[in-house]
């Protein structure tokens, strides 16, 4: 048996994000173990998780909001990609730059996801446009 969400390739990916954050909070400094290293995995895995729980045959509505949380989590991650180029915890950018550029295809999918649905709510939030050019 395979569940809806197994087949979602932005779920598949999500994984696949999930991964590259875990990578880069393993090589974070140990005294940011317990502080950005776990708040940026808790956000990535929270991705996965919420486009999961989405798929579950609630409506399109209930299923958009998951996939808001989702997004709000992707954005997360992120910022601490944001946080860990600051504070120069790598020494080789490249990292974070790969998982930049991922975030962008993985939110314009959450994105588009999200657009498919048929919701009844009035809220609407309008699309985001980012540079091409990651900041690191």
Known sequence: ??????????????????DQIHEIADR????????????MTRAANSIALNVA???TGLSDAEQDRF???ALR?????????????RRNY?????PLR?????SETLFAKLQAFRSSLDTDSTVREEPI????????
């Open 1 to 18: 048996m395979t569940y809806k969400f197994e087949q979602l390739e932005v779920w598949q990916r999500s994984l696949e994000y999930a």
């Open 53 to 55: 729980e989405g798929s």
């Open 129 to 136: 446009e980012y540079d091409d050019d990651p900041p690191f």
């Open 67 to 69: 996939l808001r949380i």
């Open 90 to 94: 790598l020494d080789d950018p490249t």
């Open 98 to 102: 790969e998982a930049y550029r991922d």
């Open 73 to 85: 989590s992707l954005l997360e991650t992120v910022a601490s990609l944001h946080l860990i180029n």
């Open 28 to 39: 974070l400094p140990k005294h940011e173990r317990y502080n950005l290293a776990d708040q």
